[in-house]
């Protein structure tokens, strides 16, 4: 992943699990289509249309109850866009679990994603980031860390790790190591790393520690989607359709893959009643 559009002056580039996904998503995309999304705020979005076609005013949907409202409100601490957030809220378990048995996401990763939309709430309260966009993208880069067969654990991590290609300027950005082969292991590429596809980089400017232990890992799915929520709301409001494009845009830069993200996101939605 690359640093979202308004922290930088050039185009994000994306090349993990899900910009391949991504890809092959094109070529069945069709021009003109309307892809509607339904957020937490949930918006509705279309796809491209030379350019970008009209969009609806966003809808409001209800956000995951909190195991204990007051507790996790305690629990979650405000932080700069550049430095780690810590101690996400834990979700209502018996709510994970209806909306993990609705919407067939496993049940580790969708305590993750609700987890993350909690947190973000109150962090960025203007965000309007919902559950279900943080679970498409999930989804949609390493099919919520079970991408190549991998198990997601109880402990939030998947076996084996997952890890995109080495981006080594073959059809990819190329990305020196930045990060010793800490997280993904290369040491002479960095590659994509865990169940939201981070790149070390971008890591190091977005790591969060979202279960709380006191370390901040892309390979972890509780880390991980803090960080995702917190890197879609960098640019403020997505409750605007095309600000919500827009964010995830700056996720991965097709629009195919935005397309895609919306689809999976309003089917949650959807699912999860």
Known sequence: MTEPMNHSPDPPVRSGIGGTLGLLAAILVIAGTLVWVVMNVSAAVSAPEEGRASVAPPAVAPEPPASDADAAADAVHDAAPSGPASSSPLPDPAWVARVASATGIPERAMAAY????????????????????????????SDHGRHGGAVLGTDGFPEPAVRGAAL?????????????????????????????????????????????????????????????????????????????????FSYNNLDSYVDDVARRANDYATRAG
């Open 114 to 141: 609700a987890s993350a939309a909690l947190a973000i709430s109150t962090m960025q309260p203007g965000c309007g980031l919902g559950w279900n966009t943080i679970a498409a993208i999930g989804s949609v880069e």
């Open 168 to 248: 080594d300027g073959n059809g990819v950005q190329a990305i020196p190591d930045t990060d010793g082969g800490r997280w993904d292991a290369d040491t002479v590429w960095d590659r994509a790393v865990g169940p939201m596809q981070f790149i070390p980089s971008t890591w190091a400017r977005w790591g969060s520690d979202g279960n709380g232990d006191g370390d901040s890992n892309p390979n972890q799915i509780d880390d991980a989607a803090l960080a995702a929520a917190r890197y879609v709301c960098a640019s403020g409001s997505v409750a605007a359709a095309d600000a919500w494009r827009a964010a995830v």
